[in-house]
Every structure is written in C-alpha cells, then in structure tokens.
C-alpha cells in the first residue's frame, strides 16, 4: 500500500479514434457508384452538345426575363 508513488502507468489511448474512419460498406459501395455515375460525358462531340444545350438554357432563360420585364 506504500507502493503508489512507484506504479507507470502507460499513456491513454483514444477509445474513439478507432471507430473514427470506420465506413459502412454498403454506403461506402452507393458513394463509389454514385461518382461513377456523374462521371460525365466521354467524347468531344457529347461535351460541345452538352456545351450549346447549356448556352441555349442561358438565352431562353434570359429572353423570358426580358419579356416579363417588358410585359410590366
């Protein structure tokens, strides 16, 4: 019982860090197929499709703000 001063004791550990980094499987495998799926377009004629489709979006949205304000 005199013996306390003499006792090491070992650093504590973080019980929690463990469990930290711990994914699901199941939802690390959707994650991973989601980001395949928004891969994007593959080929140089797909992209400049998607490129005037997307300027086309652009002028029809500001075209339809111009005749509203007009409209007022």
Do not use: C
């Not at 973080?14 to 939802?27: A, E, I, L």
């Amino acid at each position: 019982m005199e013996n306390y001063y003499k006792l090491i004791f070992s650093p504590g550990i973080d019980s929690q860090s463990k469990f930290k980094d711990h994914v699901n499987p199941k939802r690390m495998q959707r994650e991973v197929r989601k980001q395949l799926e928004n891969v994007g377009t593959s080929t140089k004629s797909q992209q400049a499709l998607k490129l005037w489709q997307e300027q086309q979006k652009a002028e029809k949205k500001s075209t339809q703000v111009k005749r509203r304000e007009e409209e007022k």
